[in-house]
Structures are given as structure tokens and as C-alpha cells.
């Protein structure tokens, strides 16, 4: 075996890798890279320029570049890599990562996969009607305006009314555009319902219990055909389509790996610590649980970052490996997996995010017992949390898991 | 050389001259209407015969038809009709594909093919499937019992009963192959025009005078080979004895971590009308279930529709039972050539020097190149005196950026460029060679055939705006309006 290259390779520079970069030097780490495939750092926020990060750590808004300069200056002494890309993530801290020059083979002591999410595309909801240019993602739409000045249409209309999908309206509006429609499945907007007084404010109506029926257009987009639960048609003119949230992890790097994925959720699995099933990786930030807060992942990669300088200095020790599982009605919960120490006390946070609307008790079971319960409002698409959730007594039990319910129980 | 070809195809030559044109006032001796595969492969085999021959392309690119949107499907031709022409252009296609594919580099993927039983009544058909194979010389193709078939691909679902065998069906890039056979006939002499829809034309006794929206044309002969306007421009010159009836075909495409569920293209038994829904790895290392068979009037729009897909996916996932799992990449859709009769349309005019290659419905991949050598002995047949086919010079082979799964990319050897397109690793050096090489993109569709760019799981969320800077100026329609904001 050769020696190692690095202590720590952290893939991704969004909020969460900066996060760890910053935890990990502030712990005295000296080896640590930060490797990033696109030629500035920032991830998400880097194309955001309206103020919709920093609420809980600057306690204020600020758009998403300065927060990101704001980070950076956290942790001045770590390297940065741009234009690197990681290709492929091996046993015992190898990865396969691809610059300019061509791809190599590097070795760290421990990897932190900070990938982020993105959005679901057009193809990946099967949407119906023909192939013309103007369909895109509020990610590529942010690009598009904040970072290239350029407008890949005038009147688009945006699927989805999660929070995302107004943070495409907020995009439109600085570039003097007004969107022809906003298209919402169910009976009420995703994200909380103040945001659409914005849309009324600017005019822009939204179709409600409706569903796509046709793209149309041959070049360029020139309309989009709804279906509304009363059975109408409308034809909606616009020339373009921005299909917004349904947030999905970009994980290929992770999926192609030898780490072991939820197998519904292809997320990868994670304990209490963002350790994954290989004790060297860690994962991250909305790889894990698409999609949170930009504060919310920064916070978490600080909190990983410490984890991962203890384990560089004092290892893993014993544990015992016990899964989360979850009913139905939640979509995804972080950690998926817990690593349960002999002699330690371990209570954990468990955040969730669920299918559809839920107000009542969530409850956490071990085995018949209930060891936590709350009582929630949840809605789609939001980061719920569970505090201190006590799970000591899971140790020992023969592999019994950890339950979450939406129920009272 | 480079710069004079490139100046003068698509937009950019608005309103210069041709410069072939001005410099001698001689017709061309052949205009190829149509830039599909079969419009790309004949005008190769012209060009390297020494006649003077233009292809005219009513899209931004050539493969605007059914060529941009097929199974990719090398065929044996195992199950074609004995005895057709269909068979012999096949035949004689792949044989020549497999001949200059390495000069090319163009990729091939030896996979192989199982035409699987689902059911006793196709359990029962298929020792004539073996049979009509051998009756068509395919040789090689055999039943496999349903352990063999299980340990082959043990992806499958457990009601698959058994198996023919196809050793020698492959899988191929559908664009690259025929970008190699006009770069090959540009080399040796031809010309293109992209954005030059023919729209009428007239024959004077001796010449034609064919009408694009921006100019008048003149050559000996014409060489139909519009697709699923096929019969609409027979029309120019005579009534048609077909008529097309477009049969739409609906794919899905899933990501990089499906490919691995199969190792063969796992073929259906097929239907009187189609071969089925296909499920097989495609040469960039994705998956690829489809096409769906549905006739529809429309000549041009291929759409994609939800609950279609929905049921591919339902098919697709009692064959495989683990496909569900992966995430679905790209969907889109086809429109075969077909007409009422079952053979190609391929027919020359004696009186009015014209040759029309039509119906090349599901196989024209496959036949193109023997398609082309069939065309050029009716040719030598019909208007031997109009048309001198020279002796054969030793040609330019064109060497294309192979975009095939394991291939090695820029990427990997490092072109000094980063990567733009996260998904398919494409670099922006990948870019900028597309946009200048022989025949560059001028179009979205051209770049992304040309380089994969854009058509990976993200549908361009991470690379689009990256893509519209680096192409500013250079395709048409713009992915975005230029200019400040
Ligand atoms: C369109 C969109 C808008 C959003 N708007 C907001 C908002 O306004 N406010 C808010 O709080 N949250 C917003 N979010 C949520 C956002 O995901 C988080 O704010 C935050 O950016 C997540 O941080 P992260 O570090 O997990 O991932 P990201 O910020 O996504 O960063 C991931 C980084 O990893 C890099 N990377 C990925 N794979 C590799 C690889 N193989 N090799 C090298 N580098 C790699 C990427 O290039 C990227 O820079 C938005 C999300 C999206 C998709
Ligand atoms: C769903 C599906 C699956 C298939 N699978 C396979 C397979 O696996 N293997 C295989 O070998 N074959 C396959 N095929 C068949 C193959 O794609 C076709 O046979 C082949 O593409 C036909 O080529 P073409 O050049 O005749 O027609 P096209 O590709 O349609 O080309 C015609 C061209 O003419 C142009 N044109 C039309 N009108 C005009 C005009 N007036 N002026 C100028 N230009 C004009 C069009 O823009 C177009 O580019 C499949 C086809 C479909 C639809």
C-alpha cells in the first residue's frame, strides 16, 4: 500500500464541504484538499444571487456569492481545487480524479463526499410533447442569468411551487422577465403559503391540480398544454419551460462506488456521524437528504468535519451497526444507519423529509418500545427534525431497528 | 480546405455563391435529397467514385429524421425477409460497416442478441426463428435452454423460457457512423447544404432544376432519400407507387448504472409489424428500452407521451425486474420510413434521371452502406452514359472521437480543457473541436450527437448556461439570447 497523498479529500466546495474544510483545519488537520469540478467553488449558492442564504449563521440574508465568500474566509489555509473532478471513489481512501491533464489515482485517509443535489429534469418525469430547446431547471436557469447573462427565453412558465420554484421566479424578475404560468399538481403551493402573494404581486398566475399534457414546439418552445382536475384543457403560450424542484442527490460518483445505498432511495447510507458503510468515506449535505438549506448543510459539515478530525486521531472503535427504517410516508430520513459505540450513551438527531402533508405525532420505536415522540406539522419538500432522540438502548438487540412513524401509535 | 467547406454548408452561406458553383457553371452530377443515414451513405459511395455529388438536408444537421432517433441495433438480419432487398442491403451493410469501422473509429459492441420466449406460444416459434436464420445464411444463430439462458443473463425475470441466440447482432453509435461517411465524401469532393429544404423542382430533359427556399440547384440526377417525406418528393418527379405511413417508435433511456443488468440485447419474439419493445445497453454505456410501434399521420413531430412511457416501463420491468430502480435519463421518439409494403422502396426513372430510396423503415442503419452500393449498380445500370463512375482512389479515412463506453475520452488523457458536461464527461476541448472540425454543429442537436454533451441524467441542469457561452455565436436557434441581460 502506498502512503497516503492527503488526510482528507473532501469532494464538492458547496456549503457542506466548506463546512467540513473549516472543522477540519480549525482541529489542526494540515492535509486537506478540497476538490471541485466546476471552475469557481461554491456549489449551489455560487449561481444564487438573491439574498436567500445565511439566515442562521450571519443572521441575515445574503445572496449566495458573498455567502460563500463569507465562508471561505473561515478556513483560508485550505486548499481548493478547481476544474478536478472525481471520477471514481475506491476501498482504503483511493479515488480516480480527472483535471485538465488527465486522470489520476490519489489516496487520502478519508474521504467526505459533498456532492449536493440538483433538480429532476424533464426526462426524468416523463414528460409528454415534443423535444424543443428552452427546457430547463432552475439551477441551469440561475446559470443562465446570474452567471452568464443570458436568457435562454422571455416568457417561460415554471412546474412546481416548492421554494425553489419561486427562487425561478426571483431569477426571472431581476432579469426583467415575468413567467406565463406556475404549474402545481396539488391544491396548494409546496412551499409556505406567503410565497404565493409573490407571484400574485407579480402577476403571475398559478394553475393549480393540474398536469402537463404536452410540450409543444419544434426549435424552440412554443406552448405547454395542462390538463386541470375538472377535466378543462388550457394551452399555456410561453417559450420556455423551467421544471423546478423534485430535488434529487447527485450521487453518480457514490452509486458507482462500493458503498452501500438505501436500496429505494439510492441515497447512500449514513450513520449519526455522515459515516457511510466504508468507516473511511464520509457523505455529506444534501447528497444525503436533497434538499435542505444552505445553512443547514454548511452547519452539518462543520459537525462532520469534527467527527472525521477524531476518527484521524483516534479511529473507530468497536461498534454495532443498526438501520433506520421508516414508514411509507416519509421520503427520506438522515442518518439511514446508526454505529452504536460499546460504552457510549447515544442520542441522535433524526431528520426527515415526508411524501405529503402531515400534522400529529411522529414516533420513534425501538423494537415495541417507544423512545421518542413529538408532535409535527410537516409539509413536502422540508427538513423535519427529531432532537436527542435516545437509541442506547438499541445495542445489543440483534439487529432490531430503528423506527419512524407518522403515527401516534 | 477545411475553412472553403465550412463556409460554404448550412447558414454561414446565406448569401454567398457556392464556390463549386461559380467556379465552373456545371450541374452537379448528382444531388442527394436528404441527409439521413441513407442520404449520408450514398453520397459517400458517389463522392468516392469520383461524381460530382451535393446533399441537400432540410434540417441544421444531417440525421434530422428517423436517423437521430433508433435502437442503434447492428442487424444480422436473422429474421428479415429472405429473398428481399432489405436482406441483401443488410448484409451487405453490416459486412462493409465491420470492414471500415476501425478505419473510422467508429465503435462497435460485439454484445450479441437473445430473442427471448416469454410464453409456450413463442416458446413455439422459435426453432423457426433458427431456421429462418440459416434459411438467410446467419449461420450462427442457435435455441439456448432456459439454464443457459439464466446463467447468460441472470438479470432477466424468471419467466423467461428460452432463448435464440444471435451472436453477431451489435450495437453501434447511430451518429458518429454517418458524420464519418459525409466527412469521408466531403474529403473526396462532395458538398452539403444544411437549411436547404427542397421545395419543387423541374426537369428540362436533360438537367433538374431543384428549389430550396434561397436558391435553384442543377444537376443530372436526383437521388430521393427524405424519409418520411419520401413520397412527398417522389411527387417532383412522378406518382409514387407507396405511400409512407410514419410508425412512431418511443424510447427511454436510462442512467449508466442500468447497463450493467444485461450483457446481450434482449429482443422480443417478434410481431408481424415490429420487432418489439428491445431492451439493450447503448454504446455510450446507458440503457435503452423501446421502441413502441404506433402509426400516426404526422410526417415530422415524434412526441413522447407519459402514459406510454409509463407502460414501456411496465414492460421493461417484468423482463427486468430490478430496471425500476434507476433513474431514467432521456426519453424520446422516432418515426420509421415505413410504407404499406413490407421490402424497401428503391426504384430508379429511366426517362426523368432520378432514383428514389424509400419505405427504409426499421433496418436502415444496418443496410446504409449496402443500401449506397445498391444504388450506385441501379445507377450504372439505368444512366450508365449520364453518370462515369471512376476507379475507385485510395480515400481519406476520417478518424472520429470515439464516445464509447470505455473508449478512452479527452477527459482521461486530458486535453488541457476541464470538463463542462459533468454527465458524460465531455470537456470543453470536446466542444470546441465539434464546432470546428470538418463538418461542425451548427446546431444543439449536431453538438450533442457529436459529443454527448447535455444528454446525461441532469438534462443539462449543471452545463447548459456553460454550453450556450462556449457556442455564442455559433448555433442556430441560440440556446439563449445573446448580449447583455
Ligand atoms: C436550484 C437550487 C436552488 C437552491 N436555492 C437555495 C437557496 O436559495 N437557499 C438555500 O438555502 N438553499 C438553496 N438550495 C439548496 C442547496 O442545495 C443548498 O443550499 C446547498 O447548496 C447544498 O450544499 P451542498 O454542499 O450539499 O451541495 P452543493 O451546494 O450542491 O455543492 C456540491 C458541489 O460539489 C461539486 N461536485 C459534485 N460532484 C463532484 C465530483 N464528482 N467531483 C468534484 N466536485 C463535485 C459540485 O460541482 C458542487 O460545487 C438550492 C438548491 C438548488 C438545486
Ligand atoms: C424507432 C426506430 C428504431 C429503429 N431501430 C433501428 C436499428 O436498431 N437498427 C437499424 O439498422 N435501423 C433502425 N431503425 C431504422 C433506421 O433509423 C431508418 O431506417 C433510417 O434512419 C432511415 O434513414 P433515411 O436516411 O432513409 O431517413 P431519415 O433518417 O428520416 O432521413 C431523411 C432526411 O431527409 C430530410 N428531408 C426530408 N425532406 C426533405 C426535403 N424536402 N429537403 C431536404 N431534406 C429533406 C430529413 O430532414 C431527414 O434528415 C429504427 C427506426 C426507428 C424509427
Known amino acids: 500500500m502506498s502512503s497516503h497523498d492527503y488526510d482528507v479529500a473532501i469532494i464538492g466546495s458547496g456549503p457542506s464541504?466548506?463546512?467540513?474544510?473549516?472543522?477540519?483545519?480549525?482541529?489542526?488537520?494540515?492535509?486537506?484538499?478540497?476538490?471541485?469540478?466546476?471552475?469557481?467553488i461554491g456549489g449551489i449558492p455560487r449561481h444564487t444571487h438573491h439574498p436567500s442564504f445565511g439566515l442562521l449563521v450571519f443572521k441575515r440574508p445574503i445572496s449566495g456569492p458573498k455567502y460563500i465568500q463569507a465562508l471561505r474566509k473561515r478556513c483560508q489555509s485550505v486548499r481548493f481545487e478547481t476544474r478536478t473532478t472525481v471520477t471514481t471513489l475506491r476501498k482504503d481512501g483511493y479515488m480516480e480524479i480527472a483535471t485538465p491533464k488527465g486522470v489520476k489515482t490519489i489516496r487520502a485517509k478519508h474521504i467526505i463526499l459533498a456532492t449536493g443535489a440538483r433538480e429532476t429534469p424533464r426526462h426524468g418525469r416523463l414528460t409528454s410533447g415534443l423535444r424543443p430547446q428552452g427546457i430547463t431547471t432552475t439551477g441551469a436557469l440561475q446559470q443562465f442569468i446570474y452567471g452568464a447573462n443570458m436568457a435562454p427565453f422571455s416568457h417561460p412558465a415554471i412546474v412546481g411551487t416548492e421554494l425553489v420554484s419561486f427562487s425561478a421566479l426571483w431569477t426571472l424578475r431581476s432579469a426583467?422577465?415575468?413567467?406565463?404560468?406556475?404549474?402545481?399538481?396539488?391544491?396548494?403551493?409546496?412551499?409556505?403559503r406567503p410565497a404565493a402573494l409573490f407571484a400574485r404581486l407579480l402577476r403571475v398566475p398559478i394553475y393549480y391540480n393540474s398536469k402537463i399534457t404536452q410540450i409543444d414546439g419544434i426549435e424552440?418552445?412554443?406552448?405547454?398544454?395542462?390538463?386541470?382536475?375538472?377535466?378543462?384543457?388550457?394551452?399555456?403560450?410561453?417559450?420556455?419551460?423551467?421544471?423546478?424542484?423534485?430535488?434529487?442527490?447527485?450521487?453518480?460518483?457514490?452509486?458507482?462506488?462500493?458503498?452501500?445505498?438505501?436500496?429505494?432511495?439510492?441515497?447512500?447510507?449514513?450513520?449519526?456521524?455522515?459515516?457511510?458503510?466504508?468507516?473511511?468515506?464520509?457523505?455529506?449535505?444534501?447528497?444525503?437528504?436533497?434538499?435542505d438549506m444552505g445553512d443547514h448543510c454548511y452547519i452539518e459539515g462543520l459537525s462532520a468535519g469534527k467527527t472525521v478530525a477524531e476518527i484521524l486521531r483516534d479511529g473507530i472503535e468497536d461498534y454495532e451497526v443498526v438501520e433506520i427504517t421508516h414508514d411509507a410516508g416519509i421520503k427520506l430520513a438522515a442518518p439511514s444507519i446508526v454505529r452504536l459505540k460499546r460504552q457510549e450513551e447515544t442520542k441522535i438527531n433524526i431528520s426527515f423529509h415526508v411524501n405529503a402533508p402531515y400534522s400529529g405525532n411522529v414516533?420513534?420505536?425501538?423494537?415495541?418500545?417507544?423512545?421518542?415522540?413529538?408532535?409535527?406539522?410537516?409539509r413536502p419538500a422540508r427538513r423535519i427534525t427529531l432532537k436527542n432522540v435516545p437509541i442506547t438502548e438499541a445495542k445489543g438487540r440483534d439487529k432490531c431497528p430503528i423506527h419512524v412513524s407518522l403515527a401516534d401509535i | 480546405m477545411k475553412r472553403a467547406i465550412g463556409q460554404n454548408c448550412g447558414h454561414s452561406m446565406l448569401d454567398t455563391p457556392t464556390n463549386a458553383q461559380s467556379r465552373s457553371d456545371l450541374p452537379w452530377d448528382v444531388i442527394v435529397i436528404g441527409g439521413g443515414v441513407v442520404g449520408c451513405a450514398i453520397t459517400r459511395r458517389f463522392a468516392l467514385a469520383g461524381v460530382r455529388t451535393l446533399l441537400l438536408e432540410k434540417g441544421s444537421d444531417i440525421l434530422s429524421g428517423a436517423s437521430k432517433a433508433n435502437s442503434a441495433i447492428m442487424h444480422t438480419g436473422f429474421d428479415a425477409p429472405p429473398d428481399s432487398i432489405e436482406l441483401a442491403c443488410m448484409k451487405a451493410g453490416y459486412n462493409e460497416y465491420l470492414d471500415i469501422s476501425g478505419k473510422m473509429n467508429l465503435p462497435t459492441m460485439k454484445c450479441g442478441a437473445l430473442v427471448v420466449a416469454w410464453d409456450e406460444a413463442q416458446l413455439a416459434e422459435l426453432d423457426g426463428i433458427v431456421e429462418k436464420a440459416h434459411q438467410n445464411g446467419i449461420n450462427d444463430v442457435s435455441l439456448i435452454d432456459r439454464q443457459t439462458l439464466r446463467s447468460k443473463e441472470p438479470g432477466l425475470s424468471n419467466g423467461a423460457l428460452a432463448a435464440v441466440e444471435v451472436p453477431r447482432e451489435f450495437v453501434v453509435d447511430p451518429w458518429s457512423a454517418p458524420l464519418a461517411y459525409l466527412t469521408q465524401a466531403v474529403r473526396a469532393g462532395a458538398e452539403y447544404r444544411f437549411n436547404a429544404e427542397v421545395t419543387g423542382g423541374t426537369f428540362d430533359g436533360t438537367n433538374w432544376h431543384l428549389s430550396t427556399d434561397r436558391e435553384v440547384l442543377t444537376c443530372k440526377l436526383v437521388i430521393n432519400c427524405t424519409g418520411t417525406k419520401g413520397d412527398y418528393i417522389e411527387r417532383i418527379c412522378h406518382e409514387p407507387e407507396f405511400e409512407i405511413r410514419p410508425r412512431k417508435g418511443q424510447f427511454l433511456v436510462y442512467d449508466k448504472s442500468a447497463a450493467s443488468l444485461i450483457n446481450a440485447i434482449i429482443l422480443p419474439v417478434p410481431s408481424p409489424t415490429t420487432k418489439g419493445v428491445v431492451l439493450t445497453k447503448t454504446i455510450f454505456g446507458n440503457l435503452l428500452l423501446g421502441p413502441t410501434a404506433e402509426e400516426q399521420p404526422g410526417r415530422e413531430n415524434a412526441r413522447v407521451d407519459h402514459d406510454v412511457l409509463q407502460q414501456l416501463i411496465e414492460t421493461g420491468a417484468r423482463i427486468l425486474p430490478d430496471l425500476p430502480t434507476h433513474e431514467v435519463t432521456a426519453t424520446y421518439a422516432g418515426l420509421r420510413p415505413a410504407t404499406q409494403f413490407k421490402d424497401y422502396q428503391i426504384s430508379a426513372n429511366g426517362d426523368k434521371n432520378w432514383i428514389g430510396v424509400n419505405g427504409i423503415r426499421s433496418t436502415g442503419l444496418t443496410a446504409s452502406l449496402g443500401i449506397a452500393?445498391?444504388?450506385?449498380?441501379?445507377?450504372?445500370?439505368?444512366?450508365?452514359?449520364?453518370?462515369?463512375f471512376e476507379p475507385p482512389k485510395t480515400p481519406f479515412w476520417p478518424k472520429m472521437p470515439s464516445l464509447a463506453q470505455g473508449a478512452e475520452r479527452a477527459y482521461q488523457t486530458g486535453d488541457?480543457?476541464?470538463?463542462?458536461?459533468?454527465?458524460?464527461?465531455?470537456?470543453?476541448?470536446?466542444?470546441?473541436?465539434?464546432?470546428?472540425?470538418?463538418?461542425?454543429?451548427?446546431?444543439?442537436?449536431?453538438?450533442?450527437?457529436?459529443?454527448?454533451?447535455?444528454?446525461?441524467?441532469?438534462?443539462?441542469?449543471?452545463?447548459?448556461?456553460?454550453?450556450?457561452?462556449?457556442?455564442?455565436?455559433?448555433?442556430?436557434?441560440?440556446?439563449?439570447?445573446?448580449?447583455?441581460?
Not at chain 1, 464541504?17 to 469557481?40: D, H, M, N, P, W
Not at chain 1, 426583467?176 to 409556505?192: D, F, L, N, Q, V
Open chain 1, 17 to 40: 464541504g466548506i463546512g467540513a474544510a473549516t472543522a477540519l483545519s480549525e482541529a489542526g488537520i494540515k492535509g486537506i484538499v478540497v476538490f471541485e469540478r466546476e471552475t469557481e
Open chain 2, 416 to 485: 488541457g480543457t476541464e470538463i463542462v458536461c459533468h454527465c458524460e464527461g465531455v470537456t470543453r476541448g470536446d466542444i470546441e473541436r465539434a464546432l470546428s472540425s470538418e463538418i461542425p454543429a451548427q446546431s444543439l442537436g449536431g453538438l450533442r450527437r457529436r459529443t454527448r454533451v447535455m444528454m446525461g441524467r441532469c438534462n443539462g441542469f449543471y452545463c447548459s448556461a456553460r454550453v450556450a457561452e462556449l457556442t455564442k455565436g455559433k448555433l442556430t436557434p441560440p440556446l439563449a439570447s445573446e448580449g447583455d441581460l
Open chain 1, 220 to 291: 424552440k418552445a412554443r406552448g405547454l398544454e395542462i390538463e386541470i382536475a375538472d377535466g378543462r384543457h388550457e394551452t399555456i403560450s410561453c417559450d420556455g419551460v423551467i421544471f423546478s424542484g423534485k430535488f434529487v442527490g447527485d450521487n453518480n460518483v457514490a452509486r458507482a462506488s462500493h458503498l452501500t445505498l438505501n436500496p429505494t432511495t439510492e441515497l447512500p447510507l449514513v450513520d449519526q456521524n455522515w459515516v457511510s458503510s466504508d468507516p473511511d468515506i464520509s457523505v455529506i449535505g444534501n447528497a444525503v437528504h436533497p434538499a
Open chain 2, 373 to 388: 452500393t445498391y444504388v450506385e449498380q441501379l445507377c450504372a445500370e439505368t444512366f450508365g452514359d449520364l453518370i462515369r
Open chain 1, 176 to 192: 426583467g422577465i415575468r413567467p406565463a404560468a406556475m404549474i402545481e399538481e396539488s391544491s396548494r403551493i409546496t412551499a409556505y
Open chain 1, 363 to 378: 414516533t420513534v420505536k425501538l423494537g415495541d418500545e417507544i423512545v421518542h415522540q413529538t408532535s409535527k406539522r410537516c
